[in-house]
Structure formats: C-alpha cells, structure tokens
C-alpha cells in the first residue's frame, strides 16, 4: 500500500549540485518519519538525512552537514533532498525511506532496520 518514488538522480562534475525528490503514494508524510539513505557498490547502506514530524525534526550525517539539505512538501506529499558541493564520495544509489510515526523511536534516525518503506533508488554519479 505504500509506495515511495524518487527521482532526480544524473551525473554531475564535482562541486555540482542536484535535487533529489521522492514521492509517496497511499500515506501522508506528516503522520511518518522520513529519511535518505544511500549504498555505494560493496558499502553499507547509510543514512544521510532525516525528517521527522513532517519536517519538524531534522537530521544530518556528518559527511553531509552543511552540503545537503532536506525539506518537506507536505501539501504535495514530497521530500526533496538538496546536495550542493557534491564530491565523489557521494557517489551512490539514494534511497527515500518511510517509518509510521509511531515508531519513529524506535532505533535511531539512520538504522535502516527502523523503516519500513523504500523506494527503488535513483543514482547519483559525481566525477572529479
């Protein structure tokens, strides 16, 4: 029944910029907790940002503070991530994730195991 969409992904130079969205279908953002992972080929996945409460609460990995952005539509059920100042390290496939609000607590912002919906990913290539 839920379903997330993201989109956005392309190749960029380094020191580029990109906006990535993600669109859910079947729920509303304000009543769950939403973030951003993403998985590099032979890493972990890993969280990148969070937005809780419907954008009251955010959450940023520290490889990201300052060079990414996260907000929230709430009216158009969207959750955009803006990535400035892209390096090659940022190269990865990013993933939108979505947790009931109810257990937003449960594990912390960037434990992928907490979340319950994904989307299918879009990729984000950054060449120097």
């Known amino acids: 029944q839920v379903q997330l969409v993201e989109s956005g992904g392309g190749s960029v130079q380094a020191g580029g910029s990109l906006r990535l969205s993600c669109v859910a279908s079947?729920?509303?953002?304000?009543?769950?907790?939403m973030a951003w992972f993403r998985q590099a080929p032979g890493k972990e996945r890993e969280g990148v940002v969070g937005?809780?409460?419907?954008?009251?609460?955010?959450y940023y990995a520290d490889a990201v503070r300052g060079r990414f952005t996260v907000s929230q539509d709430n009216a158009k059920n969207t959750v955009y991530l803006q990535m400035n100042s892209l390096t090659p390290e940022d190269t990865a496939m990013y993933y939108c994730?979505?947790?009931?609000?109810?257990?937003?607590?449960?594990?912390?912002?960037?434990?992928?195991?907490?979340?319950?919906?994904w989307g299918q990913g879009t990729q984000v290539t950054v060449s120097s």
């Open positions: 079947r729920f509303t953002f304000i009543n769950h907790c």
């Open positions: 937005s809780y409460y419907g954008g009251g609460n955010k």
């Open positions: 994730a979505a947790v009931f609000s109810r257990d937003c607590g449960i594990f912390t912002w960037d434990n992928a195991r907490k979340y319950h919906s």
